[in-house]
């Protein structure tokens, strides 16, 4: 069996025969596929009427039982609704439901529009006649031009409303369509998603002759007035009742954004308010209050009384009027400014006064710049209050204390038991007149405290960095000062000390080399002229000596000295007799500090002395070099070379002592060093501080 099945499936393709989908011949077949299903493109040879036509390629068609849409390429200007129409195409999934792409179609006949099926809002909603001819009843509410060829008509189906889109022009009496009761037909369509979902429902109409006065509006004069109080109350009866237009009467209260125009009816105040069980204050009769939503800008001044007709509305807390006209302004009316309702905080939440023009003062917590103008929140304990101004608002610091006039308005509420209670409250200022500043916050807010407690501790810091670099200061010139005088004392006792040795010890040794002059010149032996001569040179020496002591010591120590011609002085002194002494210098001669230059003479001439005295020397060299930013003092003989304990303090031997002390004076360091190949060496380095 097997074989013989397969032997006949291969005849049948040998034979060219081939397997072909269902071909859809009715509407419901089409319009019930998936999208899925419908996106295979299943063939389609339908006849339908033409319930709506959209240029320049959409069709709207049905049948006896449902309706859907054809695409095509080409031109259906030429076709009405009625005609019969023959269809060949595919399905495609459509925004919403599934429609047809026309490869061909053509007009078979033509006779009466489809069938319109009656239709409610909710039947629109769940697209039970989408695409489909239906007719609506309805109050009519409002009309507007879409564009230059284009109408759109709202009309009331109970609580709902629904768009009529026309194609055409607003009629010359369209006054006569509002408040009346309607029916429309037309295809019924919608707003579509991207999730394939209907969010509005709407109708397409293509002319002003699908629409019908079924029951004609009542005339604006003939209709009376109804009092604010009674709109959207209680009715006997529990009959359906539409929404009908009203007329109402009051004294203008405001005329703000979007043209909302405020109403208080004097004549008609609202019954009393029931107590609560925890409320102790007697019942109240507020003067009624309405909101109006006007479709244009009314020509209209504030405590003027005028006649208003619209369609009693539901808003977030109260009854209003929506699609409102302005029937009549008394000419009579004084337009004097109404008087605010004066509460308090707990009274805007406590009692009914939406939309009323009240005053109420408050503590200012914050405000900022909307697009619509100053926001300001106020402080409450009962609910969310703020307010809202138009325009810039004076500089407003938080904490204020503000009185504010202006139109209330319930934003938000909740439920305790079966009763509503505002929950969020705006107070609507009509202008900057309507804001006055009653009292200004304390300077001396927390904000302000913590500025100035900051400020304080900064004060306090930079006092303290003061004090402590002012202390520095005074100790630097403490110690320059202390320098000074010590420098000053210094020089005091040098020149001091240079006075007595000028008038004791020179004089002294002036007095002796006239002696000894004196003594030469007498007959003598020739040894004791000699030794009276030898005597009288080394007087001469120590005198020279003592001179340069004396300018040393008056010698300022910002004074420079010649130290290579001061050593060589010091050389040419010694006698013929004895080593041989040598200077040398390496370096450009520069002059030193006259301290510096005394000191390091003074170590040299010691180092010289020691060498003549202990050293046993034949040469003795003194070499001064000059290196960066100091020099090298060297004293070199080629004596017996160090003792053990040379520089050890002796009694009567403070030579070493007294040039280790001249050193560090000067900041310089002194080294004894053996030399080579025998002889000592006294090394002095010193750097200009």
């Known amino acids: 069996m097997r074989h013989c099945g397969m032997v006949f499936f291969l005849l049948l393709i040998g034979s060219g025969t081939t397997w072909t989908q269902e071909v859809l011949t009715r509407v419901p077949a089409v319009r019930t596929l998936s999208a899925e299903a419908a996106a295979e493109g299943r063939p389609v040879q339908i006849e339908a009427a033409v319930s709506f036509v959209e240029a320049p390629g959409t069709v709207f068609v049905q049948d006896a039982s449902a309706g859907t849409f054809l695409r095509t390429r080409s031109p259906v200007d030429h076709l009405q609704i009625g005609d019969r129409l023959s269809i060949r195409g595919t399905t495609f999934p459509g925004l919403f439901l599934t429609g047809i792409d026309a490869t061909t179609f053509e007009v078979i006949g033509h006779g009466d529009a489809p069938p319109a099926a009656s239709a409610t809002f909710a039947d629109l909603m769940a697209a039970r006649y989408h695409y489909q001819r239906v007719n609506v009843i309805g109050i009519g509410r409002s009309i507007r031009t879409a564009d230059e060829n284009r109408t759109v008509l709202r009309i009331a189906m109970g609580d709902r409303q629904l768009e009529v889109k026309i194609d055409a022009p607003p009629p010359e009496n369209r006054s006569t369509y509002i408040d009346a009761r309607l029916s429309v037909t037309g295809l019924a369509a919608g707003s579509i998603n991207d999730r394939r979902q209907l969010t509005q429902p709407y109708l397409r109409v293509p002319n002003w002759q699908s629409i019908t006065i079924a029951d004609p509006a009542p005339r604006p004069e003939e209709m009376s007035i109804t009092p604010v109080a009674g709109l959207l109350r209680f009715q006997a009866g529990g009959e359906e009742v539409e929404m009908r237009r009203v007329r109402i009467s009051g004294v203008t209260l405001a005329v703000l954004a979007e043209h909302t125009l405020f109403l208080r009816d004097p004549d008609s105040p609202a019954p009393p308010r029931p107590n609560r069980a925890d409320d102790t204050t007697p019942p109240r009769n507020d003067p009624s209050t309405i909101a109006i939503h006007l479709d244009e800008e009314p020509a209209v001044k504030v405590g003027q009384r005028v006649e208003v007709i619209g369609f009693p509305a539901m808003e977030n807390f109260a009854a209003s009027l929506a699609d409102a006209e302005l029937a009549k302004i008394d000419p009579n009316s004084p337009a004097e400014p109404p008087k605010p309702t004066q509460l308090t905080i707990a009274e805007v939440f406590a009692n009914s006064h939406d939309a009323d023009l009240v005053q109420v003062s408050a503590k200012l917590q914050d405000s900022y710049i909307t697009p619509q103008g100053t926001e300001m929140r106020l402080q409450s304990s009962t609910g969310q209050l703020r307010a809202l101004l138009p325009g810039a608002a004076p500089t407003l610091p938080d904490g204020a204390i503000l009185r504010l006039t202006g139109i209330c308005r319930v934003e938000s509420s909740f439920d305790k038991g079966f009763r509503s209670n505002p929950d969020s409250v705006s107070i609507w200022l009509r202008g900057s007149d309507d804001l006055v500043i009653l009292s200004s916050p304390s300077s001396w807010t927390v904000r302000r405290l913590l500025y100035i407690l900051a400020a304080l501790l900064g004060i306090l810091l930079l006092g303290g960095i003061w004090i402590s670099l002012l202390r520095r200061r005074l100790a630097a010139q403490s ?116 301290v510096a230059a005394h000191h390091l003479r003074m170590i040299a001439q010691e180092a010289l002395t020691n060498a003549l005295k202990h050293a046993q020397a034949q040469n003795i060299a003194i070499r001064l070099e000059r290196t960066n930013g100091g020099i090298t003092l060297c004293v070199l003989d080629d004596g017996i070379g160090l003792q053990p304990d040379f520089t050890e303090g002796k009694p009567g031997h403070f030579g070493c002592m007294g040039m280790r002390e001249r050193a560090r004076k000067i900041g310089a360091d002194i080294q004894w060093l053996p030399a080579q190949p025998h002889g000592t060496q006294v090394v002095i380095r010193w750097r200009a501080s």
């Open 479 to 594: 110690a320059a000062l202390s320098a000074s005088i010590a420098q000053e004392a210094k020089l005091d006792e040098r020149q001091r000390i240079a006075r007595e040795f000028h008038d004791t010890l020179e004089q002294e040794l002036a007095g002796l080399c006239i002696r000894l002059d004196a003594a030469t010149s007498r007959p003598v032996d020739e040894k004791a002229r000699q030794l009276l001569e030898n005597s009288r040179h080394l007087v001469t020496r120590i005198q020279s000596g003592a001179r340069n002591l004396v300018s040393d010591l008056r010698s300022d120590e910002d004074e420079t000295l010649d130290l290579p011609t001061s050593l060589r002085e010091l050389i040419s002194r010694q006698s013929e007799v004895g080593p041989q002494v040598t200077f040398q210098a390496d370096g450009p001669a520069e002059d030193l500090p006259a």
